[in-house]
Each structure stands twice: as C-alpha cells, then as structure tokens.
C-alpha cells in the first residue's frame, strides 16, 4: 500500500514545515507551486529539499522576511556545520516572541 506524498510549496509557512517534520519521517520533499492550499499534490514540480535542510533553514531562522539579515551572509557552510549530527526537529525552538510561525520559507533559495 502506497502512502500519500507529502509536497511543499515554493514559498511554505514555517507552521506547515513544522507540523510535517514533527509528523512524518521522511527524508525528502517535493517542491512544487502553483498549489491551493488543500491539495499541495497538485502542482508543478519545482525541485526536492530534504529534511536536514529544512531543519537548518528553522535552526538558523533562514526566513524570507527577515533574509535582509542573512541574505548576503548565506553560504553551503551554515549546512555543512551541522553535518553530520544534524539536529533533530525537537530541538529546533522556535520564538513565539518573533512570531515565527507566522513567517514564510522561500525554497528557491535553497534548492
């Protein structure tokens, strides 16, 4: 029996990142756009992010509205310093205080 697939949008809420990393165990995702909000299977796919980028991307607050504080700074290593002991959704804290769930996550950026 096969199991629905679990999509992401190009530009995704952190609230929705973080309810499937806490809900699901997969290592990968599919990025598509032109999705409605019900069925994200629908659109056309863009690329694949995996789950230890996702994670980074949280740790390090990697946001699209604040990326004027990141933007120019951003580089392959802000990954590779947390390879190979990635850390786990769990310990990701996101600050209430920031409304963090309310930001987005560009995976344009990223893929």
């Not at 096969?2 to 952190?14: D, G, L, T």
């Not at 990954?79 to 002991?85: S, T």
Request: hydrophobic share 40%; aromatic share 12%; glycine share 2%.
């Amino acid at each position: 029996m096969s199991e629905q697939v679990v999509c992401v949008r190009m530009k995704e809420s952190v609230e929705y990142i973080v309810n499937i990393l806490k809900n699901t165990s997969y290592h990968g995702f599919p990025v598509v756009d032109q999705v409605d909000d019900i069925n994200r299977n629908s659109g056309r796919l863009r690329g694949f992010i995996l789950r230890t980028q996702l994670i980074v991307i949280l740790k390090r607050s990697f946001f699209e509205e604040t990326k004027r504080f990141w933007e120019q700074k951003i580089s392959i290593e802000a990954f590779r310093d947390e390879y190979p002991r990635f850390p786990s959704i769990d310990d990701i804290k996101l600050s209430n205080d920031k409304l963090a769930y309310k930001y987005t996550i560009n995976m344009e950026i990223f893929m």
